[in-house]
C-alpha cells in the first residue's frame, strides 16, 4: 500500500482522475493533509464516504515516529524511528531570519567522506517520499511552528536519491499544501553530477550546495572517495552550466580540517579554483567525535583563511555553529538510539 505523503500533487490529481473522480478531489485531500493537518478520512467530510473507502485501501495515512528529542541553544535534533526499525536524524535551527530544519534522505550513506560521523553507516536503503515529508510534518508539529527554511543536509547523499528528495522538494513547495518558496530550500551534494545536471533542468529556482572541503583533487581523493568518480575540474564546468542555466548562486562548504586543507596555500588555491563562478565559501569548524581522528582547525586559523579569501574577492562566511552538545552539529549525525 503506498503511503500518502508519497505523492506529489499532480500524481495525486492523475490518481483521482484514474478512478473517474474529479481532480479538484486533490485539492481538498491537500487542504486537509498540509494545510489543516487532519489525516483522519473520516474528518473529511465534504469527501463522500465512498471515495474515502476507496482512498483508505489505497493509501497508508501512517507516519513515522519521535522516539528522542534533544534540546541545545537554538536547536533541536529528533532522532526518528522508522516503520523497518531504521533510525534517522533531523535538526531544527532558530535563526534571526526564521527556523530552518535539516532533513535526512538515507539511512546511512555511500558516500564514504572521512571526516563525516553519517557515512560510517553505510547506506541501507534509501528513504521513501513520505519518510523525509514526515520529518517536517512531525517536527512542525511539535514546536506548533512554521518552518521556514529547509535544507537536505542531514544523513545520506540526497542526489544518491534523486528521485525521493524531488518529489520531497514538490511536495512541500506546491501551492496547494506546505507552500515552502523553492529559494527557501538547499540541497548539497558532495559533487554527483549527474544529479546536478538534473537537477539544473528540473529546480531552477532551489538552492545548491557543494561539499567541497579541498581546493584540489590530491587532498580531496585523501578525505572523499567521490573525487575519484567526478573530478573537481569536471565539477567546477558542471557548476559554470548550472549557473548558464539557472543563475543561482551556488554555496560551497568547506569544513576546516586541521593540517589538511587549512593552510594559506589551500586558501590560495580555493579562491582560484572558484574566483570565475558566482558563490560563496561557508567555512565550516570541525565538529570533533569520539571515532574520527581529524582535528579541528585553531580559531586563529580559521580567521587567516577567511581572510586570503576576503583579499581575494571571495564571498566567505563562518558558519554559526550549532548543536555540539547534542551531536547535531555539521557531520555528527548518526542516528544511534542511546
Do not use: W
Amino acid at each position: 500500500m503506498n503511503n500518502i505523503f508519497n505523492l506529489p500533487f499532480e500524481n495525486l490529481e492523475n490518481y483521482f482522475e484514474s478512478i473517474n473522480e474529479k481532480k479538484y478531489r486533490a485539492t481538498q485531500l491537500y487542504d486537509y493533509l498540509y494545510k489543516k493537518r487532519t489525516y483522519n478520512l473520516d474528518s473529511m467530510t465534504n469527501i463522500s464516504k465512498e471515495l474515502r473507502d476507496k482512498i483508505s485501501k489505497e493509501f497508508d495515512f501512517s507516519f513515522i515516529e519521535i522516539i528522542k528529542k534533544q534540546v541545545d541553544i537554538d536547536v533541536k535534533k529528533y532522532l526518528f524511528k522508522l516503520k523497518d526499525g531504521n533510525l534517522i536524524e533531523s535538526v531544527l535551527m532558530y535563526h534571526n531570519y526564521g527556523i530552518s530544519l535539516c532533513v535526512s534522505s538515507q539511512v546511512g550513506c555511500n558516500m564514504g567522506c572521512k571526516f563525516c560521523e553519517s557515512g560510517r553507516l553505510k547506506k541501507v536503503r534509501n528513504l521513501e517520499t513520505y519518510e523525509i515529508v514526515e520529518q517536517l510534518l512531525l517536527i512542525e508539529s511539535d514546536i506548533k511552528d512554521r518552518i521556514t527554511h529547509v535544507v537536505v543536509m542531514g544523513i545520506g547523499e540526497p542526489f544518491d536519491n534523486y528521485d525521493n528528495v524531488m518529489n520531497f522538494i514538490r511536495i512541500i513547495t506546491s501551492n496547494k499544501g506546505i507552500d515552502l518558496g523553492s529559494r527557501h530550500i538547499t540541497v548539497s551534494t558532495c559533487g554527483v553530477i549527474p544529479g546536478i545536471e538534473k537537477f539544473m533542468q528540473e529546480f531552477k529556482q532551489v538552492n545548491l550546495a557543494i561539499s567541497l572541503h579541498a581546493p584540489n583533487d590530491e587532498i580531496r581523493n585523501k578525505i572523499m572517495p567521490i573525487s575519484k568518480v567526478y573530478k573537481l575540474s569536471d565539477l567546477m564546468n558542471t557548476l559554470k552550466k548550472y549557473q548558464n542555466t539557472t543563475n543561482r548562486r551556488i554555496t560551497f562548504e568547506y569544513i576546516m580540517l586541521e593540517n589538511i586543507n587549512d593552510s594559506a596555500e589551500c586558501a590560495k588555491e580555493l579562491a582560484n579554483l572558484i574566483k570565475n563562478i558566482n558563490g560563496y565559501v561557508n567555512l565550516i569548524p570541525y565538529n570533533e567525535t569520539e571515532n574520527i581522528e581529524f582535528k579541528r582547525t585553531k580559531k586563529v586559523q580559521i580567521l587567516a583563511f577567511y581572510d586570503i579569501l576576503k583579499k581575494s574577492g571571495i564571498n566567505v562566511t563562518i558558519r554559526k555553529e550549532f548543536g555540539g552538545k547534542v551531536d547535531a552539529a555539521c557531520g555528527q549525525l548518526r542516528a544511534k538510539s542511546l
